[in-house]
Structures are given as C-alpha cells and as structure tokens.
C-alpha cells in the first residue's frame, strides 16, 4: 500500500516537468518582421541660368542660381568646377551643406580677361544620390567698341584689333582742312566750311584701317568724331 502511493506521485511529478512542441524545447510568440529602413536620397537641382552673353573685358556681370536639395538627407557640396581656369568666374558660395528640401541662392560673377569665348558647365562636386550635377554658362569676352571725339589737331592710341571706322568730320567756318592719318597712312584729306572750294561742312566716312596711332593734323576748329564698325 505505501510503495502504491509514490508510484502515483513519481507518475503526476513526471507527466509536469515541462510543456513545449514534440522535440521537448519551449515555444516562443512569432509576429511581423519590422520593414527595412527607408534609404537616404540627396537629390540636387539647379534653378536659373549662367547666360552672360558678350562682356567687356576688365568688366563683371553677376547672375544668381538657386541650388536645391529635394532629398531626405543634407547634401553636401565640396566645391565648383569651372570651364575656365583662373578668376574668370567667382561665386558667393561655394561649399556647404544644404538640409533636405532647403536651398541655397548663389551669386557668379563673371570677368573676362581675353577676347575669347569662356562657355562650357559649372559642376557641383557633391554628394547627390539623384539630380543634376552641373549648369550651363554662356559667356564670351569682347573688346568694348572704340570710340572718340574732339576738336581740333591732336594724336592718340587706338586699341589693337580696330579694323573699321567711321569717321566723321565738322566745320561751320569759312574753309578749312580735315587731315586724319591712322598707322603713319593717310587716310581722310578733306576741305570743310562754306568757302568755294569746301566739299560742304561735314565729311563722313568708313574705312578700312590698320595701326594704333592716330593723328588728326592741319585741322583748326574741326569737330571730329571715330567710331569702330565691327
């Protein structure tokens, strides 16, 4: 009777020791896998234009972009790249960071220094995941046109490169000579005033020249005026 009793017992204590699946380990909750992290875009965009057009050399023109980031993440930019070497082009701003969907305005100017053409692409050199990455400049070097007026006998330098000038050449008196030569050649030898023998009172005319020195000679009290034709 008394071994009947721990038999029992051993048999409850036993059939109690653990619960689980049929290998004998513990169960654990299974749920929903967490979704995989939203990748960070740096998306750059430029708004604006670098159309400088014809510029004297020695002179600045200023145009102002607009450089966006529309991504998640803050772009970094390290730095411009410029068609031209040199100082022919500056800007406001040039590196920096800009945070998402801010922007940044940027001021370029441009100075040439030759008579040539500087047109080609600013490039951003940054970290954009997407977008564009360069704008385009239009921008060419000129020579001011030449021009210049006075009275009377005198002598001056014109800039190299002239090649046409219209001349022109008063006299309200009585009769006097307009005498012009450009580059040691004689180029306009006229009479002007009222007398007989006077062409009329003004005298206008182009011409092909070559040189830089002028000189208006034997010429009192004539207005005088050269302007180049390109």
Not at 44 to 56: I, K, Q, S, T, W
Not at 219 to 230: A, D, I
């Amino acid at each position: 009777m008394t071994r009947l009793n721990w038999v029992v017992v051993a048999a409850v204590l036993t059939g109690t020791v653990a619960c689980g699946d049929n290998s004998g380990s513990p169960t654990s909750p299974s749920g929903p896998s967490a979704p995989p992290p939203t990748a960070v875009t740096r998306i750059m965009a430029v708004d604006g234009n670098l159309d400088f057009g014809d510029v004297n050399t020695g002179t600045t023109a200023s145009r102002t972009i607009r450089l966006f980031n529309k991504g998640t993440g803050v772009l970094t930019v390290n730095g411009i790249q410029w068609p031209a070497s040199g100082s022919v082009f500056t800007a406001s701003w040039t590196s920096g960071q800009i945070q998402p969907n801010q922007s940044q305005d940027i001021e370029v100017n441009f100075t040439p220094t030759l008579t040539q053409s500087y047109s080609g692409q600013a490039v951003f050199q940054a970290n954009q995941t997407e977008g564009g990455t360069a704008v385009t400049i239009t921008a060419r070097g000129v020579r001011e046109t030449f021009r210049r007026s006075g009275v009377g006998n005198t002598v001056f330098d014109m800039p190299p490169g002239v090649t046409r000038l219209r001349i022109i050449g008063t006299y309200n008196g009585y009769c006097e000579n307009f005498i012009v030569h450009i580059g040691g050649r004689h180029v306009v030898n006229e009479i002007l005033g009222t007398c007989s023998i006077a062409d009329g009172s003004r005298y206008e005319g182009t011409h092909v020249v070559s040189g830089t020195v002028v000189e208006v000679v034997s010429s009192n009290g004539v207005g005088w005026s050269f302007e180049e034709l390109r």
